[in-house]
Protein backbone atom coordinates (compact mmCIF):
# COMPACT_ATOMS: atom_id res chain seq x y z
CA UNK A 1 0.00 0.00 0.00
CA UNK A 2 2.76 2.34 0.69
CA UNK A 3 4.69 1.84 -2.48
CA UNK A 4 1.35 2.75 -4.24
CA UNK A 5 1.19 5.86 -2.40
CA UNK A 6 4.77 6.84 -3.14
CA UNK A 7 4.03 5.96 -6.36
CA UNK A 8 0.65 8.57 -6.74
CA UNK A 9 3.14 11.21 -4.86
CA UNK A 10 5.70 10.90 -7.54
CA UNK A 11 3.46 10.95 -10.57
CA UNK A 12 1.67 14.23 -9.19
CA UNK A 13 5.52 15.98 -8.71
CA UNK A 14 6.43 14.36 -11.89
CA UNK A 15 3.20 15.96 -14.04
CA UNK A 16 3.82 19.34 -11.65
CA UNK A 17 7.07 19.96 -13.13
CA UNK A 18 5.94 19.06 -16.58
CA UNK A 19 3.07 21.79 -16.30
CA UNK A 20 5.79 24.50 -14.84
CA UNK A 21 8.18 23.07 -17.59
CA UNK A 22 5.53 24.35 -20.64
CA UNK A 23 5.07 27.56 -18.52
CA UNK A 24 8.17 28.51 -18.65
CA UNK A 25 8.79 26.92 -22.14
CA UNK A 26 6.06 28.74 -23.87
CA UNK A 27 7.41 32.27 -24.25
CA UNK A 28 9.99 31.39 -25.66
CA UNK A 29 8.86 29.55 -28.32
CA UNK A 30 6.70 31.58 -29.22
CA UNK A 31 8.84 34.46 -29.62
CA UNK A 32 11.21 32.36 -31.82
CA UNK A 33 7.93 31.98 -33.91
CA UNK A 34 7.97 35.63 -34.29
CA UNK A 35 4.17 35.65 -32.62
CA UNK A 36 1.95 38.31 -30.60
CA UNK A 37 0.93 37.22 -27.24
CA UNK A 38 0.21 38.55 -23.28
CA UNK A 39 0.42 36.38 -20.53
CA UNK A 40 -2.23 36.30 -17.64
CA UNK A 41 -2.59 34.35 -14.52
CA UNK A 42 1.26 34.07 -13.77
CA UNK A 43 1.55 31.99 -16.70
CA UNK A 44 -1.10 30.09 -16.49
CA UNK A 45 -2.87 31.34 -19.45
CA UNK A 46 -1.70 32.95 -22.71
CA UNK A 47 -3.63 34.76 -25.68
CA UNK A 48 -2.01 34.84 -28.95
CA UNK A 49 -2.95 37.01 -31.59
CA UNK A 50 -1.30 36.62 -35.14
CA UNK A 51 -2.58 36.75 -38.81
CA UNK A 52 -6.01 37.80 -37.21
CA UNK A 53 -6.25 34.81 -35.47
CA UNK A 54 -6.81 35.06 -31.50
CA UNK A 55 -6.23 31.78 -30.06
CA UNK A 56 -6.42 30.81 -25.69
CA UNK A 57 -3.46 28.90 -24.75
CA UNK A 58 -2.85 26.74 -21.59
CA UNK A 59 0.67 26.10 -21.76
CA UNK A 60 0.85 24.05 -18.62
CA UNK A 61 -0.92 21.05 -20.22
CA UNK A 62 -0.17 22.45 -23.32
CA UNK A 63 -3.93 23.34 -24.53
CA UNK A 64 -4.77 25.65 -27.00
CA UNK A 65 -8.33 27.01 -28.64
CA UNK A 66 -9.27 29.37 -31.40
CA UNK A 67 -12.86 29.61 -30.11
CA UNK A 68 -14.14 31.70 -33.68
CA UNK A 69 -12.60 29.26 -35.46
CA UNK A 70 -13.82 26.18 -33.48
CA UNK A 71 -10.45 24.89 -33.55
CA UNK A 72 -8.33 23.13 -30.69
CA UNK A 73 -5.30 21.60 -30.52
CA UNK A 74 -2.67 20.50 -27.82
CA UNK A 75 1.26 21.37 -27.82
CA UNK A 76 2.91 24.46 -28.60
CA UNK A 77 4.17 23.32 -31.88
CA UNK A 78 0.92 22.59 -33.34
CA UNK A 79 -0.24 25.96 -31.86
CA UNK A 80 2.65 27.59 -34.22
CA UNK A 81 1.93 25.04 -37.43
CA UNK A 82 -2.08 26.48 -37.09
CA UNK A 83 -0.91 30.36 -36.89
CA UNK A 84 1.24 30.16 -39.93
CA UNK A 85 -1.11 28.54 -41.34
CA UNK A 86 0.38 24.71 -41.70
CA UNK A 87 -2.04 22.98 -39.01
CA UNK A 88 -5.85 21.97 -39.62
Do not use: C
Not at 21 to 27: I, L, S, V
Not at 31 to 57: C, E, L, M, P
Not at 64 to 83: C, N, P, T, V
Amino acid sequence: MSDTIDDFRALNQYHKEQRAAGREAAPEALDAAGVRYTVHNGGAHIIVQHAGKRVDFWPGPGRWRDYKAGKRGYDIESLIDYLKGQGK
